[in-house]
């Protein structure tokens, strides 16, 4: 049986987990995206629900022969390079309709699959689903109405801002941030505000029935912009583990980085989960098993 890693050579977390797998006697493959249609074939009857993947080495696997995927990194497809733009437009989502079936369709474990990155793209959803199990949440905006983001500014005097889907940093909301010409931008796209809860980073990574937890000690609002944050493990109060459990569940993810805000008395409040964490530096600076936790999702 083989186990795919979503994702390329060029990502870090890819390269560790797929070194570790093959060392400890897994057959393990690249899926990456960027591949197809140009040196990776695929074939797919979708009555029969079976077929093959081809890849560059030119080794082909049955798709019912894949006992699991771990979904690091979808890359999408690449421009297809004809003179034509609208077909090259064509070729471009015919291959990414493909590509898409076997990540909705491929018969295996999936860590994780379609549904949990659906829902963290559409981050609202989300934070919908977390809500409705009675979790403490910071009150949140998104919106693109400028009436709106300055009542919610005037109700939080304390707030941040990042952005609805991702790819920037969190950031303190700041009376120069309202003025004409911010609010004017709204018209190219909305904005998530959220009350900023005071407190400590905890980054709790849920791996099916396994939960480990560490605390990241940092002075900026996003510790992701710290060169140098101090993490340690954290003990997670039993309460918190079966909540984080229950999270993950509600966003279809058996493996996910859980973003925590805890409070100086005592209350944690959920910010964000990711279904594709990276926890290289986590791992490295407490000592916590999580290389072994993801592969065991992967192989048992």
């Not at 570790?20 to 797919?44: A, G, K, W």
Request: overall charge negative; glycine content about 6%.
């Amino acid at each position: 049986m083989t186990i795919l890693i979503l994702g390329g050579a060029d990502d870090d977390h890819v390269v560790h987990m797929h070194a570790y797998l093959s060392t400890h006697n897994n057959d393990v493959e690249f899926l990456d995206s960027r591949d197809f249609p140009s040196c990776m074939q695929i074939r797919y009857d979708p009555l029969a629900d079976r077929g093959h993947i081809r890849f560059p080495s030119g080794r082909s696997v049955a798709m019912e022969s894949i006992k699991s995927v771990y979904w690091r990194c979808y890359n999408g497809i690449p421009p297809i390079d004809l003179p034509d733009p609208e077909q090259a437009h064509i070729a471009q989502n015919d291959a990414r309709s493909l590509f898409e079936s076997l990540l909705i369709n491929l018969p295996c474990r999936w860590v994780n699959g379609w549904n949990g990155f659906q829902l963290h793209q559409t981050k609202g959803a989300a934070l919908a689903r977390v809500a409705k199990l009675n979790v403490a949440v910071p009150a949140t905006l998104l919106a693109n109405d400028a009436d709106a983001i300055r009542e919610f500014a005037q109700a939080h005097p304390c707030c941040i801002f990042k952005p609805v889907q991702g790819g920037a940093h969190t950031r303190r909301l700041t009376g120069e941030h309202l003025n004409a010409q911010n609010l004017a931008n709204l018209a190219y796209a909305p904005v998530t505000l959220q009350e900023e809860i005071s407190g400590t980073n905890i980054r709790v990574f849920v791996a099916g029935e396994k939960v480990l937890a560490c605390e990241v000690a940092s002075t900026e609002i996003d510790f992701r912009d710290d060169g140098a944050p101090q993490i340690s493990p954290h003990e997670l109060p039993p309460a918190l583990v079966d909540q984080s459990q229950q999270i993950a569940q509600a966003l279809d993810l058996i493996w996910a980085g859980i973003d925590y805000r805890l409070t100086p008395a005592g209350e944690y409040y959920f910010l964000e989960a990711n279904p594709s964490p990276m926890f290289l530096g986590f791992e490295e600076q407490t000592g916590l098993p999580l290389t072994k936790a993801l592969a065991r999702l992967l192989t048992d």
